[in-house]
């Protein structure tokens, strides 16, 4: 009786030890071990290689359990010659006659695999901020040996859990095959998700000799992206828009562009107020203070803004809104009553805080002065 098995040292096609246990009972005279190796024609099983093929090893030992063969794999793994073999050791007598009756002193036969390992790497990634709802997706993929393969499929995942989402479409499209010792771009787009801290992508690639030999490469991004998104910010009110004023609010129109990144809240802080009256007589003492320098209205693209008559005014827009093309925005800002005739000067400042859809806040603060005309004396 014999216990077989097989393990590989190294590289495949340099060295493969085989191992198996002594002749049980163990005889007393010297016992060579042959071993044979067959390699398996398309469709054969391998019962029929062992009667059919030529063995491609045959090696005799000397009371060893163990050896080691090279060179055994010569490939490449495609038909008609696979990568799949079988083996058994036989015990002999030093005459070549077998050692023991039963099944001729053979072993069970054992069957392995012998492939090349694919090696490809993500050589590169970058994943774009967000644009107009999508974020640009950049994937080099590098093989790195001299045989080709092929990718199959690049599939990511969100915060690196959950299940794996298909990436697609790409350019170029997939399959694709590498060339030995060369890369491939993958380019596309992916929707926005505020959600989204970092991207864990995945590359599955396989022989393409050998479809059964795969490999699946890994890497992340966490999204540490440079973004323009606060300089696309304008804010700045028309000619025709300049400050109006009324006897009771400072009115202003203003065309608010954002950039091509959806928002998904404007929030406005009136961060500074001053009002100057010509004279001092001018002010009235029962003036409220609700009237002293508060935003007493306002409008996002003719949206009433929460928090009117405070210091602060925000919108929030579910889905994100796109504001690339500019959107009307109109504050009032109170200002203390005053005696018949009188004139004065104001001026505040407004800080302008805008989310997009990508999380990232972007903060401006603009200046604004306005007069406030007297009667002719």
């Known amino acids: 009786m014999f216990s077989t098995k097989i393990s590989c040292t190294g590289k495949p096609a340099l060295v493969i030890k085989f191992s198996w246990g ?21 469709g054969q099983s391998g019962t029929q290689a062992m009667k059919s093929n030529q063995p491609i090893v045959t090696k005799d030992v000397n009371n060893a359990t ?17 990568c799949d073999f079988i083996w058994e050791v036989q015990a002999l007598t030093r005459e070549g006659k077998p050692a023991c009756t039963k099944n001729e002193g053979k072993s069970e036969a054992w069957s392995f695999k012998i492939q090349n390992n694919i090696d490809i790497q993500i050589d590169s990634l970058k994943v774009g901020c967000c644009e107009k709802g999508v974020q640009s997706i950049y994937i080099k993929v590098r093989n790195n040996l001299a045989s080709p393969v092929k990718v199959v499929a690049i599939k990511y995942k969100v915060n690196g859990a959950g299940a794996a989402i298909t990436f697609t479409p790409t350019s170029p499209t997939l399959p694709q095959t590498i060339a030995g ?25 396989e022989d393409v000799a050998d479809p059964d ?22 804010i700045q009110p028309n000619e025709k828009d300049k400050p109006t004023v009324t006897s009771t609010a400072i009115t202003q129109n203003i065309s ?10 404007v929030k406005m802080d009136l961060v500074y107020f001053e009002f100057i009256p010509e004279s001092d007589d001018c002010l009235v003492c029962t003036t409220p203070s609700s009237q002293m ?10 949206v009433g803004g929460i928090g009117a008559g405070t210091h602060g005014l925000s919108w929030n827009f579910s889905p994100p809104k796109d504001m690339n093309g500019g959107v009307p ?4 800002i109170s200002y ?42």
Do not use: H
């Open 181 to 205: 010792n060369g890369f491939v771009v993958f380019t596309g787009f992916i929707e926005c998700n505020p959600a989204i801290n970092f991207l864990k992508f995945l590359v599955d690639a």
């Open 256 to 265: 608010f562009v954002t950039g091509p990144a959806k928002v998904k809240s």
């Open 66 to 82: 163990e050896v080691e063969v090279d060179n055994i794999y010569t490939g490449p793994c495609k038909p008609p010659y696979l």
């Open 329 to 332: 925005l109109q504050y009032n």
């Open 293 to 302: 320098g508060n935003f007493s209205s306002g409008t996002l693209n003719n």
């Open 22 to 42: 002594p002749v049980v009972p163990n005889l007393q005279e010297p016992v060579t071990y042959r071993l044979r190796v067959w390699q398996l024609m398309q």
């Open 213 to 234: 030999n795969k490999e699946t490469e890994v890497r992340s991004d966490t999204l540490n992206c440079m973004c323009n998104a606060c300089k696309d910010i304008k």
């Open 336 to 377: 203390p009553k005053m005696v018949a005739c009188c004139g004065a000067k104001a001026k505040w400042c407004i800080r302008y805080t805008v989310t997009y859809e990508n999380c990232i806040t972007c903060s401006v603060v603009v200046c604004y002065e306005a007069a406030i005309k007297g009667c002719n004396k």
